[in-house]
């Protein structure tokens, strides 16, 4: 094997405790081993050998020393220094930190247990195995290792079913004794019928037979489902099972909140259900003698500020972060409270994805506050007393303030509470009771909150394995975010929200990482670590592991949350038919389902069109699916990353695929050089097919409307704020002015090479106090100077992090030219930025770009990024002031395509936000922007045709003349149809 990059990273990620050392051969040599595999250990700790028995390779990864054990002292990593082995008692000596642990070894044909039965002297953590491997952890390759946690407080952070960091942690915090994990290494085909053998034995482990190694086996992993928010009832179900039928859904997934059912009780809206919970067990009994299954979705342990836990009177089990003692008494009308403890550190920012809460519980009455003092006398002001219907009173001295825990709008239970065995257990009371078929456990992604970021993976398991255990029978699970124990009872991975623009890029990325998530795994543990849209890869890596035929999880593979979306510039992109063909490729190719948020209901269909022809499309997609129509040879073809295929039905009536291609282009002004450009199609000659875009316009530069955000006129506007390893740049005045006689400035950066091009980034910042409202001018202009070198300059607009989520305001301009050039920039990028690799600056990587939109109305940053950088080389480009510009739409008429010199003229008068796709000489239609059809066009000359090759294109229309018209053309190709044997 040859060992990458990616796994030289991955290693020195988990061996922060390795040192390079000369290898000794005089010593005594300790030996593990099962039937598969062979592990030794050198008596001073250090790695020696991981051998697969069958094929005689040592998987050791031995680039650098690694130990089997170590600890964690006072916040310091120490190596064990010396080992033993006597009678399968493995003795591990820790040198002058005095700690010594043993550990008994259990050999079972097929795998090893691990057992701490002793741990002597003082440690935080005790890592007893540590087994950094070679492998990719892939499914081709021929053998499988795996370390199993087998009990609630043994820390393996890696998922099953394939690792290559076999390793397992035990902490002071939950105990040391008999924390035991099985060490697995066998052939790949045998490794989830033996982690099924250990996990039936495991009597720590909740028993499931619905996920994990056995998710494969069933078909609920499998299924796609459509989401209910509220409107299935019995008066609905049958409308409900309609809509599944009619559009290929096999499941329902109930999700609560808002007027369904609350968050905390799971208590039913009495209006609409008054039976409560006994209406949904009638409900389900409909849909389970038509075919249909239900998942029950709620916010784990997450509590409404409206439940009774919370309201009249709020419960003592209520999770805090910290308590305050009262240094002065309070009276019930008071707006401050004076603490003894300092607030210094107290932040009042809150949202939705923030771990934070400005609320005191103190006796049976809640207070927000919107303010701390930073020094003494510490106190919390600007309180609102009795908060969330509770009721004021008076509070003497030293009595307890509890800032009580907060994400998503919502508190928590104490971990250790009685409320948090309650909620758990309440959850598998109602999937018992109404015989639900799966649960769906929401927002566990800020587990977090219930015991900080580095225990969330022992607090989220606490609650699934309090609900595992009242499970009258096993349902399949999924969660918002994974750990290793969840994947006993997840049926499949992994649903992430929806994408609003770069839908094919995205899918891309979301199949990437959901078959090698391992790969970004980071060296601190953090709570986020295996966060659905937060995998770093760019386009190699997207490439190689969206194709790959299967995952490290082995677990059914899910595309979704989907939701479809019309013309909302410049953030939201429309989905088109060839986005929901893409999808549906993937869907066959990977045999995944996908899930759906809504907007597929009659009255919908009505008012936008075009998500009834997206829905119709991915229906009989999703039929073929289901069916496995197709042989593993057309799915492999279908799961190639950025390949794509349209589904048709030949004259015998078998359903076949053509390969395509959808090559966009934007044209940004009838006299600027864009309107003529070069496609390469790789088929034979074919008439020319094509979808036309008119996009937003913006208004002229020294429009009055226009918004100033940077003149550059004083030095320090703009101050570094990141950059890769081995760049380094200036933003400083130039005395050169724009065309339009303005300042510049000078953005010079250079790369020493030790990086890859394309991670090689840079960002300066300007920031604006307050936030600027730019929602009326959402458009940039600017003119920039170039070099030439072919950086990437990238101006990017934000907004606060707890309103935007971290969302990307990206503008990219490719510095493959020289001299002045003025730019007008509208549309966010999207696809193009997974081109790059950029730092995580926020919650979620993948979705700033692809999901989430910066708040026009609270623009705090202005950012100018450099990426892309040549080795070796200082890049330079001068830019003047940028401005935020109003959109503005167009109106085109009789657009004009030029093909090798032919002309086509399509008559027709088109605005903003309209489409038009010509896709036989017969099938010419214009659209709106919802997707309702407008106009049949027919055509008055012969369509030009694409040649093999290269072929010149060149785009007219009659414009407005106010503006500089920008156009979106995508032609499109097809192939020969697949030859299917």
Not at 207 to 227: N, P, V
Not at 734 to 743: A, I, N, V, Y
Not at 764 to 789: A, H, R
Not at 889 to 905: A, C, D, F, Q
């Amino acid at each position: 094997m040859i060992l990458n990059k990616r796994h030289k990273t991955n290693i020195l990620l988990f061996c922060t405790f390795l040192i390079c050392v000369s290898f000794t051969s005089c010593q005594n040599i300790i030996t593990i081993e099962s039937d598969n595999f062979q592990y030794k250990i050198a008596d001073n700790g250090r790695n020696l050998k991981f051998i697969d028995k069958t094929n005689r390779v040592d998987y050791l990864y031995s680039d650098t020393v690694s130990y089997c054990a170590y600890i964690v002292q006072d916040g310091e990593i120490h190596n064990v220094q010396s080992v033993s082995l006597e009678d399968s008692l493995l003795n591990l000596g820790f040198g002058d930190s005095e700690v010594v642990a043993k550990i008994q070894i259990k050999s079972v044909n097929d795998h090893v247990i691990l057992n701490v039965v002793d741990v002597t002297g003082s440690a935080e953590s005790l890592t007893f195995l540590n087994i950094p491997l070679k492998l990719e952890a892939m499914p081709d390759e021929s053998f499988a290792a795996c370390a199993l946690s087998l009990n609630l407080f043994t820390h393996v952070r890696q998922l099953p079913a394939l690792q290559n960091n076999l390793w397992a942690t035990c902490y002071q915090r939950f105990g040391m004794k008999n924390a035991q994990v099985a060490l697995l290494g066998v052939p790949q085909q045998e490794i989830l019928p033996t982690i099924r053998k250990v996990i039936e034995g495991a009597k720590d482990i909740p028993f499931s037979d619905q996920g994990g190694a056995w998710a494969q086996m069933g078909k609920e992993g499998y299924g796609s489902y459509l989401m209910n928010f509220g409107t299935l009832s019995e008066e609905t179900v049958d409308e409900w099972i309609e809509t599944c039928k009619r559009l290929g859904f096999t499941q329902i997934d109930s999700h609560g909140g808002g007027g369904f059912f609350e968050f905390g009780t799971f208590d039913l809206n009495k209006q609409k259900w008054p039976d409560g919970w006994a209406s949904f067990k009638r409900i389900n009994q409909r849909l389970h003698e038509a075919g249909i299954s239900h998942i029950f979705h709620t916010y784990a342990f997450f509590i409404d500020k409206s439940s009774k836990y919370v309201t009249p009177v709020p419960s003592k089990d209520l999770g805090y972060v910290t308590t305050f003692t009262l240094a002065e008494p309070l009276n019930d009308i008071a707006t401050e409270v004076v603490v003894k403890e300092s607030t210094a550190d107290i932040s009042t920012e809150i949202g939705f994805h923030t771990e934070n809460s400005v609320t005191l519980r103190i006796g049976d009455e809640l207070m927000t506050f919107s303010g701390v003092t930073q020094a003494p006398p510490y106190k919390f002001t600007g309180l609102k007393r009795g908060a969330n219907g509770t009721k004021p009173a008076s509070y003497k001295i030293d009595e307890t303030a509890f800032h009580l825990s907060e994400r998503f709008g919502r508190f928590v239970p104490g971990p250790d509470t009685e409320l948090f065995k309650e909620m758990a257990h309440r959850h598998a009371e109602i999937v018992n009771d109404c015989e639900f078929d799966g649960l769906y456990l929401d927002a566990i992604d800020g587990a977090a909150v219930l015991g900080g970021k580095e225990n969330f993976w022992y607090y989220g398991t606490k609650f699934i394995f309090e609900i595992a255990k009242q499970l009258k029978r096993p349902v399949g699970m999924e969660m918002s975010s994974m750990a290793h124990h969840w994947w006993h009872y997840r049926s499949r991975y992994q649903a992430w929200d929806r994408p609003v623009r770069g839908y094919k890029r995205f899918l891309d990325i979301h199949l990437a990482s959901i078959k090698n998530p391992s790969y970004f795994l980071p060296k601190e543990i953090k709570s986020n670590e295996w966060e659905h849209g937060l995998w770093r890869g760019h386009s190699p890596l997207i490439d190689k592991y969206a194709s790959a035929e299967k995952s490290q999880t082995m677990l059914p593979l899910h595309l979704g949350w989907w939701g479809n979306q019309t013309w909302a510039p410049p953030q939201i992109e429309p989905t088109f038919f060839d986005d929901i063909e893409y999808l549906g490729c993937k869907m066959i190719g990977n045999n995944a389902g996908f899930s759906q948020l809504g907007g597929v209901d009659e009255k919908t269909f009505q008012e936008f069109p075009l998500f009834k022809r997206d829905a119709e499309i991915l229906k009989q997609y999703e039929e073929l699916r289901r069916a496995n129509y197709f042989n593993d040879s057309v799915r492999a073809l279908l799961r190639q990353a950025g390949k794509e295929y349209t589904l048709f039905q030949d004259e015998a009536g078998k359903w076949n695929f053509k390969p395509t291609f959808y090559e966009k282009h934007k044209v940004l002004g009838l006299d600027h050089p864009s309107v003529s450009w070069v496609v390469n199609n790789s088929f034979e000659s074919q008439p020319i097919k094509l979808r036309i875009e008119p996009l937003m316009a913006v208004k002229s530069y020294n429009d009055p409307s226009g918004i100033l955000l940077a003149d550059f006129s004083s030095s320090d506007d703009f101050t570094y704020q990141t950059s890769a390893d081995g760049v380094s740049g200036l933003i400083k005045p130039s005395p050169e002015k724009t065309p339009k006689g303005d300042s510049s400035s000078q953005f010079s950066a250079t790369n020493d090479g030790k990086l890859l091009r394309e991670s090689t980034y840079i960002n300066m910042e300007k920031i604006f106090t307050p936030g600027l409202d730019l929602k009326n001018n959402q458009g940039l202009g600017v003119w920039v100077k170039g070099d030439g070198s072919g950086q990437l300059l990238n101006l990017s607009l934000r907004s606060p992090i707890h309103i935007s989520h971290g969302a990307h305001g990206d503008h990219f301009i490719k510095v493959d030219f020289t001299g002045w050039k003025y730019f007008e920039l509208v549309e966010v990028e999207s696809s193009e930025i997974s081109n790059y690799i950029w730092p995580d600056d926020s919650h979620f990587y993948v979705y700033d770009s692809y999901r989430h939109t910066i708040q026009f109305e609270n623009i705090d940053k202005l950012q100018l990024w450099y990426n892309n950088l040549p080795n070796k080389k200082e890049v330079s480009c001068l830019i003047g002031p940028v401005k935020a510009l109003p959109m503005v739409p167009l109106t085109i008429e009789n657009p004009e395509i030029t093909l090798n010199g032919e002309k086509l003229i399509i008559p027709v008068k088109m605005e903003s936000g309209m489409y038009l796709e010509l896709l036989s000489p017969t099938d010419c239609k214009l659209y709106g922007s919802r997707g309702e059809l407008l106009q049949e066009i027919t055509l008055e000359s012969k369509l030009p045709s694409l040649i093999p090759g290269d072929n010149k294109i060149s785009f007219s229309c009659t414009g407005t003349k106010e503006v500089n018209t920008r156009v979106q053309v995508t032609v499109i190709g097809h192939g020969k149809p697949l030859d299917i044997k």
